[in-house]
């Protein structure tokens, strides 16, 4: 089946410490792949995206490739803030998967000052 | 710039009551969801829609029924609330399919306690 898989939370960094938040996911076709993120008490906003292999999404300072060899869209930053301290959601949508935005499980990242 | 509007933002709910979570949209977006996120954990999809007239199950469907009349609205309905109801309630909607171009926009949720 599709699903998506993310690495455990929560994570807690230094300020300007390097950012990894792993997601990998199991999809039949060719989804987009996103991320989230929703700040405490908000809603969920969009991070980044990509819509095919080798694609690189990029907002505010995150990176996130569409890798379809090894079924994974890693988060990354390089130098984090305390106004980064959010859930983060990867997630995958397409035809395939009949009009249902899948979500993994949110990574929860702290960032300390 | 609505976009997508959820009410009402809280709710308390006894055992056994029923209640209409509402959700509206002003994208004219075909697609509409309904996720549920408990506390620590991610967002399980409750139903979806593709289209007026047009809705199925996700992964956690038991419980609550939605209706779809018009492209703007897809409301949530809980019958029989039970404390396992307990959640924040999340409405999105997006464009027909995934396009370079589309995302989904989500609204600021429900919590909705039930005692």
């Known amino acids: 089946g599709n699903s998506v898989t993310q690495m455990e939370g929560p994570v807690t960094l230094s300020e300007e410490a390097f950012l990894t938040i792993n997601c990998t996911y199991t999809a039949t076709g060719y989804p987009s792949l996103f991320w989230y993120v929703q700040y405490p008490g908000e809603g969920l906003q969009l991070l980044l995206k990509a819509t095919k292999a080798d694609d690189k999404g990029s907002n505010k300072g995150f990176e996130a490739t569409y890798r379809k060899e090894t079924t994974s869209f890693h988060l990354e930053k390089g130098s984090v803030q305390v106004s980064d301290s959010a859930v983060y959601f990867c997630?995958?949508?397409?035809?395939?998967?009949?009009?249902?935005?899948?979500f993994g499980q949110g990574t929860e990242l702290s960032v300390k000052p | 710039n609505a976009g997508v509007t959820q009410t009402p933002k809280f709710r308390i709910l006894k055992i056994g009551q029923s209640m209409t979570l509402q959700c509206a949209q002003d994208m004219n977006h075909n697609y509409m969801y309904w996720y549920r996120q408990d506390p620590g954990m991610g967002l399980k999809l409750i139903y979806y829609?593709?289209?007026?007239?047009?809705?199925d199950k996700g992964e956690v469907p038991n419980g609550y029924n939605v209706s779809r009349s018009t492209t703007e609205d897809f409301p949530l309905r809980l019958e029989l609330a039970a404390p396992s109801q307990t959640s924040v309630y999340f409405c999105?909607?997006?464009?027909?399919?995934?396009?370079?171009?589309?995302?989904?926009?989500f609204g600021q949720g429900t919590r909705l306690t039930v005692v």
């Open positions: 999105a909607s997006s464009s027909p399919l995934p396009t370079p171009e589309s995302e989904a926009f």
């Open positions: 997630a995958l949508w397409g035809y395939n998967q009949g009009g249902k935005l899948i």
């Open positions: 829609s593709v289209g007026a007239g047009i809705t």
